[in-house]
Structure formats: C-alpha cells, structure tokens
C-alpha cells in the first residue's frame, strides 16, 4: 500500500475559455501507437448508453505532420496545438525517445495550460515531456520502472518513485508504462464521476476498475543503463550476487568508500532509489523467485534471501505484493503447474476467479477441506472475494496508486 503523497499547491481556477469536459491528447511523431491509442479509447468514444459520461476529445499535433507511430503508421492529427487552449485536461501518452528533448513549443502550451488550471497528465515516458516543461519540478511522479533511473537522473528535482502504476498530484498526474496508463484513466474518470461510471468503463473496456500492488512484481535485476561505467556498478553487481548474505546500506557505502549520506545520495541519482528500499526490493523479488522455482519453506527463503526473519520476509513481501509469501506460492503453482516446461513468469496480484476454482479442486483432491481449501489461490492473493476491489466513493489511497489528499 502506498502513501498519500504531500499537499500539492493550491490548484489554480480553471480559465474561463477552458471546459471541464473537454480533454486534449497531444501526440508526437516516432510514439509508440499502443500508449497513444489509451486516451483515445477511453475518452474519445461515446458511451453514454452505458452510464459514463461523455468527453469532448481534442487529438492535436504537437509538431507538423503527418505523425509517424510504431509500425509506419502515420497519422494526421485533425487539431494543432492551439486546441490545447480549450482543454481541461492534457494528455500527453507517450514521447518518442527519454534521450531527445520535446519540441520547444508543445512545452510552451503545457505550461501555459497548466498556469490556466488545466489538469495535466503523462502517460509512460510522456513524463519525460512534463518534466522538460518544469512541471513535474518538487512534485512526485513515476514512469514505466525501465525508464525511472533515467527520468531521476535527469530530471532531479523530481521526486520519482518508480514502485507505482500512477500518481495523482492534483493537478499533474503520471503513470508507469503501457497498461497502466489505462489504470490512470480509469482513476481519471472516478475522480469526475465517481465509481459507478468508472466501473462501467472498465467494463466495456474488459479491465479490472483497479489494480492491486505497483511496478515491483515487473522489476528485473538488470542494472539501469546509467549505471553500467559507474563506480557504483561493481558495488550494486556485488549485492545482487550476496543478497543471501546479512548486509546493510553501510556495508555498500563502506565497499564504495563512502559516506553512508554520500552513497545514498549518489545511489538515488543514478538509480531513482533510495539504497535500502532498493535493497529491499531486489530481496523480495529474489524471495519471489525462490517461491516459484524451489520448494524450500517460507523460513528457509527467508535465510536464502537475507532476512533476519521470515516475519521480516512476509512483511515486506506483503507490503511490495500485496500477500505472503505461502498464498503467493500457492497462486503461482495454480497458474503454473510444476511440470509445466514454460519459463516461469511472475503471477499478477489479481488471480482470475477460475484459478480459484481449480485451486479449490486441487485442494479437495489432495484432501484439504475447510479454510485450507479455500484460501489455496484467492481472488486478490490474501484477500476475500469481496475485497478483491474497492468500492468506496471519494479518493482513497490505493495499492498500486499514489494520490493527493
């Protein structure tokens, strides 16, 4: 469960030539089609029939066209940029590259609708294009976890956490990669008009209305690209290969000769993270394949991964994936059984209501009966079906989400 993030800045009143209702997608040549389309699904159709309200959708170039995506496409924008001057809210879905800068003026416009109290939102590396407008400056904000080091590095007066599907700061929002920029229109449309229309949606659409956990289950162990010719490398790539040792931050500052506020200030700039979450994180995700892979108990992973308890193990294994470490195994051998061939994957928090079926039957079959059975694969790994989504009104803080107060 993530933390509410700190009071944004009071939000400015929306100009008098702004509407509400009306969203503006501003997209770029060279951008990947999938992350561009999400917008245009979610606010661009008409479904009113189905109780959500309807937008007005503005699709504006950010540069001269016609815009080239992914595949050859190219696709001509029937708006420019001075539609965004109409919008009420401004998505920006993708940028073509973290490395080049964003036209000079489609960074113009996002200020200038930001300063006229439009709600400004980035999808995936569209954060790199609010960032490079200033707006993102003091302010959390996340990307897809691949690109997060990057975004840290360059943009350092950003506050990234590359742990969350999204972050709402009020007025500017952000999501992680791909499918979570659907995650952070969903939350889009609750905000505006509540859960029963985003519900809807999420129905139309075949999603879940929220998702469970953030990016960590999807991290890997692969240094950021930034950190390869660093000095800092030879100490990170010496904590992946000991993390069934009993070592701390100080260990590392020490092995990079270091001050532990100096390492832990270098180590956040080059990786967007502070060392002992990070730390922490690579432990789980090292639990996390143990748990699939071997069938060593919950203690003896425990050890295997450098916990000094297994209650340490299971309450950071709870908090980074949303169930311990036994229901988490259970769910991933129902998805997977062991004499599968296939390469093992990461279990998504969400377990389909099928799989509880069979891990039901499976259970039964090996003789288990009363809650034993039951709790072999639930729903949401640990919750009862009735938890598996919120539905609360309002703005609650949510697995997977960081939002203003």
């Given at each position: 469960?993530?933390q509410d993030?700190?009071?944004p800045?009071?939000?400015?009143k929306l100009?008098?030539?702004?509407?509400?209702?009306?969203?503006?997608v501003?997209?770029f040549?060279?951008?990947?089609i999938?992350e561009?389309?999400i917008?245009?699904?979610?606010?661009?159709?008409?479904?009113?029939?189905?109780?959500v309200?309807r937008y007005?959708l503005?699709?504006?170039?950010g540069?001269e066209g016609?815009l080239?995506?992914t595949?050859?496409l190219?696709?001509?924008?029937?708006?420019?940029l001075e539609?965004?001057g109409r919008a009420g809210?401004?998505?920006v879905?993708?940028?073509?590259s973290i490395t080049s800068?964003?036209?000079p003026e489609a960074l113009?416009?996002l200020?200038?609708?930001?300063?006229?109290?439009?709600?400004?939102?980035?999808?995936?590396t569209?954060?790199?294009?609010?960032?490079?407008?200033?707006?993102?400056?003091g302010r959390p904000?996340t990307t897809?976890?691949?690109?997060?080091p990057?975004?840290a590095k360059r943009y350092p007066?950003?506050?990234?956490?590359?742990?969350?599907?999204?972050?709402?700061d009020?007025?500017?929002?952000?999501?992680?990669?791909?499918a979570a920029?659907?995650?952070?229109?969903?939350?889009?449309?609750?905000?505006?008009?509540?859960?029963e229309a985003?519900?809807?949606l999420?129905?139309?659409l075949?999603v879940?209305?929220?998702?469970?956990g953030?990016?960590?289950?999807?991290?890997?162990?692969?240094?950021p690209?930034?950190?390869?010719?660093d000095?800092?490398?030879?100490?990170?790539s010496w904590?992946?290969?000991?993390?069934h040792?009993q070592f701390d931050?100080e260990?590392?500052?020490?092995?990079a000769?270091?001050?532990?506020?100096?390492?832990?200030?270098r180590?956040?700039?080059?990786?967007?993270?502070?060392?002992?979450?990070?730390?922490?994180?690579?432990?789980?995700?090292?639990?996390?394949?143990?748990l699939?892979t071997?069938?060593?108990?919950?203690?003896?992973?425990?050890?295997?991964c450098?916990?000094r308890s297994p209650?340490a193990?299971r309450?950071?294994?709870r908090r980074?994936?949303?169930?311990?470490p036994?229901?988490y195994?259970?769910?991933?051998?129902?998805?997977?059984?062991?004499n599968?061939?296939a390469?093992h994957?990461?279990v998504?928090?969400?377990v389909?209501?099928?799989?509880?079926?069979?891990?039901?039957?499976?259970?039964a079959?090996?003789?288990a009966?009363?809650?034993?059975?039951?709790?072999?694969a639930?729903?949401?790994l640990?919750?009862?079906?009735?938890?598996?989504y919120?539905t609360?009104?309002?703005r609650?803080?949510l697995?997977?989400q960081?939002?203003?107060?």
């Open positions: 469960m993530s993030s700190a009071a800045e009071a939000a400015r100009s008098g030539r702004r509407r509400r209702e009306v969203v503006a501003l997209l040549s060279g951008g990947p999938f561009s389309s917008p245009l699904s979610v606010f661009g159709i008409d479904r009113q029939d189905a109780g309200p007005r503005l699709v504006c170039g540069e016609p080239r995506t595949g050859g190219e696709l001509t924008a029937p708006y420019g539609a965004i809210t401004v998505v879905p993708a940028w073509r800068p964003p036209p113009d416009a200020r200038r609708a930001h300063e006229e109290g439009a709600r400004i939102v980035g999808l995936c569209g954060a790199f294009v609010l960032a490079a407008a200033g707006l993102l400056d904000a897809h976890w691949m690109y997060a990057t975004l007066s950003v506050h990234v956490d590359p742990r969350e599907l999204f972050v709402d009020g007025d500017v929002l952000t999501s992680a990669g791909t920029g659907i995650d952070l229109c969903l939350h889009i449309v609750r905000t505006d008009h509540g859960t985003a519900g809807a999420a129905r139309r075949v879940p209305p929220r998702r469970s953030g990016q960590e289950r999807y991290l890997d162990r692969s240094l690209e930034e950190i390869g010719s000095p800092l490398a030879e100490v990170v904590a992946l290969e000991h993390l040792e931050v260990t590392l500052a020490a092995r000769y270091m001050s532990r506020r100096t390492f832990d200030r180590f956040r700039s080059l990786t967007g993270s502070a060392p002992l979450q990070w730390l922490i994180t690579q432990r789980v995700l090292q639990a996390q394949r143990l699939e071997s069938d060593y108990s919950v203690d003896e992973v425990a050890g295997r450098g916990f209650v193990l309450g950071h294994f980074q994936l949303g169930s311990s036994a229901a195994r259970a769910a991933y051998r129902v998805r997977r059984p062991q599968d061939s390469p994957a990461v998504e928090a969400v389909p209501a099928q799989a509880t079926a069979q891990a039901r039957r499976a259970a079959a090996a003789g009966s009363g809650p034993a059975a039951t709790s072999a639930p729903p949401e640990g919750k009862p079906p009735s938890e598996a919120a609360g009104h309002g609650p803080s697995p997977g960081r939002s203003a107060p």
